[in-house]
């Protein structure tokens, strides 16, 4: 008597005598996948592959993939499409700039702000209830008719392209993202605790972060400094020599800051480096930040 054909499980038509050596199920050529031992079918592979645990770094984050840096090529667009905007709109930088506290009369006119309401002026910036501001302002950059023009975002998004493509490979690409957000936030709220009159624009605060970061980094993993301390100074060197024309403070804020928070990624014990210990962590930033700006807006219009 002879012993009934199998078929594959997915091709009824095709007679065969193999099986998947984890299911048991009879494959053709196929549907059969090499394994280190004998073949596996199609779902069986799909099977280990979503159990198989994505790999992380020592900052927690997963190791992407793919090795191409696409948060810090996303936000290089974004500034320049903002750019593009500014050029096209002369009023962007006066809407969406980082500005603390100033009055506006009807013809546009700025006055400086002591606190207070004045008759026939209005309050604009942070202190007036515009809070994107505190990121919008890291998105723009100095106009073309201004002294340092374009420049001004070139100069970051080379800085951008090299910090960036090192700190996303490290930290992966949303613990990067929030970095950077963060850092941009974190200069402009220095900003607004020193010089709440005065409007600033660009992503240093975000790439000082990114420095500093950049700085944490290559400490944790124990690399050697000589050149990465050189870089440092040559990067604080600029901070001290731009303030005579740049914010100053937003580089501050976002060194300060950037530093912070990886500092928080690379040195908590292990047991804290996951994703939801790390979310709650910056979402506990995030409020002390809201925190300070809602302190100092009190401050500013006498509501104390």
Known sequence: MEAAATTCYRHPSYETYVRCTRCDRYICPDCMREASVGHHCVECVKEGQRSVRRARSLFGGEVPKAATPVVTYTLMVLNIVAYVVEVVRSGTVDRFGMLGAVLVDAEGVRYYYEGGSVPGLDLIGVAGGEWYRLLTGAFLHLPPDASFGVMHLVFNMFALWNLGRVVEGQLGRARYLALYLLSAVGGSVLVYLVSPETTAVGASGAIFGLAASFYVINRRLGRDMRAVNRFMAG??????????????????????????VTYGLAY???KLRTS???????????ALLALVVAVRTASLTGTV
Do not use: C
């Open 268 to 270: 908590a014990p292990a």
């Open 235 to 260: 990067f604080l060197l600029w901070m001290v020599i731009s303030a005579a024309f740049t914010s100053w403070e937003g580089h501050l804020g976002g060194l300060v800051t950037g530093g912070l």
């Open 276 to 286: 939801g210990v790390q979310l709650a962590g910056g979402m506990v930033l995030v």
